[in-house]
């Protein structure tokens, strides 16, 4: 399969708790981005995090990157009802000599409040 | 950063037919990538579209079925042809963008 894998698949933790997401891909990579979906709608840029850094923060949000293990993570501390979204990492890179960009299977989070 | 224009927005199509999206940037952007999203699940790669060559297909997809236009950096169209039910999806757009890729707006088909 093209893409990455991403667990949990899904995600329930109640309203001020913090939620983490995993992402692994195959290939080598640029950089790798994760991305929010609320149902039925438009993708939203979250966070970009280049090959060569290991942590990013942007507000709630906190992604490492370990390339060596070719994996990703997402926090959000202090979860939202607000939150509650399908969450994709997505990776660009080369695979087979071709340039692509792929998405993980995505982790789909529900905040209870 | 750019924004993606995508039309049209949904549709119900009968089976045997085609349907043609297009989406338009409002800047150049080199590469743009066609992504299929069926219900509950991530995003697929159709294919991947320059400018001046003919677009490069992944696994389980054939320009018969996906013929993909990119006449220049701001324009490119994704055509679903002779349509059955299992072609029921979300279409995406997507090109380079300063931070990372943007996305159009998806368009939402039925095969009926």
């Known amino acids: 399969s093209q893409q990455g894998e991403e667990d949990p698949q899904a995600l329930s933790i109640q309203e001020g708790e913090n939620a983490t997401m995993n992402c692994s891909y195959k290939t080598s990579i640029n950089n790798l981005q994760w991305y929010r979906q609320n149902s039925g709608r438009g993708l939203v840029h979250l966070i970009l995090i280049r090959s060569n850094e290991r942590e990013k923060h942007s507000g709630r949000l906190r992604v490492t990157l370990d390339t060596s293990k070719k994996s990703s993570s997402l926090l959000i501390t202090a979860s939202r009802a607000a939150d509650t979204a399908s969450y994709f990492c997505a990776t660009d890179g080369r695979d087979s000599g071709t340039y692509k960009y792929i998405f993980g299977t995505g982790t789909r989070l529900k905040v209870l409040a | 950063s750019a924004v993606i224009s995508q039309k049209p927005s949904r549709d119900i199509c009968q089976r045997g037919t085609s349907l043609t999206i297009q989406c338009q940037v409002d800047?150049?952007?080199?590469?743009m990538f066609w992504y299929r999203q069926q219900p509950g699940q991530s995003l697929t790669l159709i294919a991947t579209a320059n400018q001046g060559s003919e677009a490069t297909y992944e696994s389980g997809f054939v320009i018969d079925k996906f013929p993909i236009s990119r006449p220049n950096l701001t324009f490119s169209t994704l055509t679903v042809s002779n349509m059955s039910p299992e072609d029921s999806s979300i279409y995406l757009c997507?090109?380079?963008?300063?931070?990372?890729?943007?996305f159009g707006s998806g368009t939402r088909l039925t095969v009926v």
């Open positions: 997507s090109g380079e963008a300063n931070y990372g890729y943007t």
């Open positions: 800047s150049q952007v080199t590469m």
